[in-house]
Each structure stands twice: as C-alpha cells, then as structure tokens.
C-alpha cells in the first residue's frame, strides 16, 4: 500500500526558510524510474509544480522558483524535504508531495502553510 | 516551460450530460499530457495519464484523446460525484507545468 505524508510548520514568517517532509511508503526511491515531486496550491487558486527528485537523484525546479527551492531524499528514511528560503506570503498554499516520474498516481494529503508575520 | 492552457475555466452541467475540457500546449508534447480530479480540501486523483490511458479503477465515462496540440477530456453522462475541478499537466519537459483548472458546476 502506497502512502505519503507531509509534514511541516503551519506558520512561518516572512523571510524565514520552511522546510517541509514527505514522508512515504509502499515504494522505494531507489527503484529505476521512480520520482517524487512537490506540488501546492494558494487557496482558491490553480496547482503549482514546484520540484522533483528522481531515482537517480536527478532534481529538477520550477523556473520561477529554482533560486529558492531545494529538493533532497533520505532513501534510508523513505523521506523527500522540500526546502524554502526566503519565504514571502505568497507562498501561503497547501503544499503535496506525490509520486510519479510524468503523472502522480498517489498523493499526500496536503499540508497548509500559511506565511504570515 | 511549455505552458497549458486550458478551457473554460468553469461550466455548468446537469447530470447525465456529456462534458469536454480543452488544454492546448504551447508547442508539440506527443502524447505527455495528463488529467486529475480534485474536490473541495482533497488532493487531486489521477484521471488519464499519456493522453488517453485511463487510470486503474477511474470509470469508463472518462475518456482523453489528442489533435496535435489540443487535449481533450470528455466526461460521459456526468454523474453527481463528477462536479469537481480538472486540471491538466504537462509532462514532455522539465519543468512540469499544470493548467488553470476548470470547475464543473451542477447547473
């Protein structure tokens, strides 16, 4: 059986760094072909690719966010952290973590994340 | 990034009426296009992926094909657990790109 789970503050600050866990299980990130994204959305508003880290331990980034965002993996823990500097209240969203390499077949259940002083 | 636009951005349907969604690439993506279902405080669920492959338990009435650029989602005979938002994904080139969403609304 295939879970994940994101884990992570409620509340950060303006300009503060959040950092977000996905924690998963029912498939290994050392698997060929297996991938890990990130994903939000702003209340009321569309989703938003954020980044992905593949088996391989290839990354990639959304364009208007890469100087921002960083992604990693903890195979040993079955864990994907997301990593957001700088952060502004913009980044107010629910935030996903999903697995797949080109479509996500199982998601998280979403974390909110509200940026707010 | 290749962007996906898609339309409308909400409809108004009754039950038992047949309903087509539009994502258009912005340039050629083979078949890399994928369409998830999300209801209100729930993560998006996995309708079609490559364009026309129906998902592993999704009902038959969901259906995807391809015209070059343009993607459709057609939703045969809506049913009531159908009224949700759609929303298209690119996945030809990093980055992944997803679409505005439409919202199918119960008329």
């Known amino acids: 059986q295939v879970t994940l789970r994101e884990s992570g503050p409620a509340l950060v600050q303006p300009t503060q760094t959040l950092t977000l866990t996905c924690t998963f299980s029912g498939f290994s990130l050392t698997t060929s072909k297996m991938s890990v994204s990130w994903i939000r959305q702003p209340p009321g508003k569309a989703l938003e690719w954020l980044a992905r880290i593949d088996w391989d331990d290839d990354k990639y980034y959304s364009t208007s966010l890469k100087t921002n965002v960083t992604i990693s993996k903890d195979t040993s823990k079955n864990e994907v952290v997301l990593t957001m500097t700088n952060v502004d209240p913009v980044d107010t969203a629910t935030y996903y973590c999903?697995?797949?390499?080109?479509?996500?077949?199982?998601w998280g259940q979403g974390t909110l994340v509200t940026v707010s002083s | 990034d290749i962007q996906v636009t898609q339309s409308p951005s909400s409809l108004s349907a009754s039950v038992g009426d047949t309903v087509t969604i539009t994502c258009r690439a912005s340039?050629?993506?083979?078949?890399?296009l994928n369409w998830y279902q999300q209801k209100p405080r729930k993560a998006p669920n996995l309708l079609i992926y490559g364009g026309s492959n129906l998902q592993s338990g999704v009902p038959s009435r969901f259906s995807g094909r391809r015209s070059g650029t343009d993607f459709t989602l057609t939703i045969s005979s809506l049913q009531p657990e159908d009224f949700a938002t759609y929303y298209c994904q690119q996945s030809y080139t990093s980055p992944w790109t997803f679409g505005q969403g439409t919202k199918v609304e119960i008329k």
């Open positions: 999903a697995r797949g390499l080109r479509w996500y077949d199982y």
């Open positions: 340039q050629s993506i083979n078949d890399y």
